[in-house]
């Protein structure tokens, strides 16, 4: 199995939410890993079709994880897409790129680059 470092989860889910440029939202207005209009959240757009099931709807990460449905391949990463799903979930589009930003920051001061 190919793993992915954090940073290229984040280069991923960036390149998706600023381009998508609006929330994943279901017929109630609620932040869904995949909308019927075809938008998808921070953690969505990670998860393939094959791995995805509708049971994901309305759960956290950390519902996920303990219903069995996060995909294992993100598993290792779980911290870090709690983080991402709450950037999709909690702030405005406007401020993505800058909590993003924020985040790579964080990472690399870990790694040392």
């Known amino acids: 199995m190919i793993t992915m470092t954090e ?3 984040l280069n991923i889910v960036e390149e998706h939410l600023l381009k998508q440029n609006r929330h994943a939202l279901n017929s109630k207005g609620a932040c869904s890993y995949r909308a019927l209009d075809g ?3 921070a953690v969505g757009c990670l998860i393939s079709d094959e791995e995805y099931s509708p ?6 990460v950390t519902i996920l ?14 911290v870090l897409l709690m983080e991402l799903q709450s950037i999709h979930d909690n702030y405005p ?5 800058e909590l993003l930003d924020k985040i790579r920051a964080s990472l ?3 790694r040392g680059d």
């Not at 049971?55 to 956290?60: C, L, V």
């Open 55 to 60: 049971k994901m709807e309305g759960g956290t």
């Open 108 to 110: 690399l001061d870990q």
């Open 93 to 97: 589009v406007d401020t993505w790129k």
């Open 65 to 78: 994880i303990a219903q069995n449905l996060l995909p294992e391949r993100l598993l290792p990463y779980a």
């Open 39 to 41: 938008t998808k959240c």
């Open 7 to 9: 940073l290229e989860i």
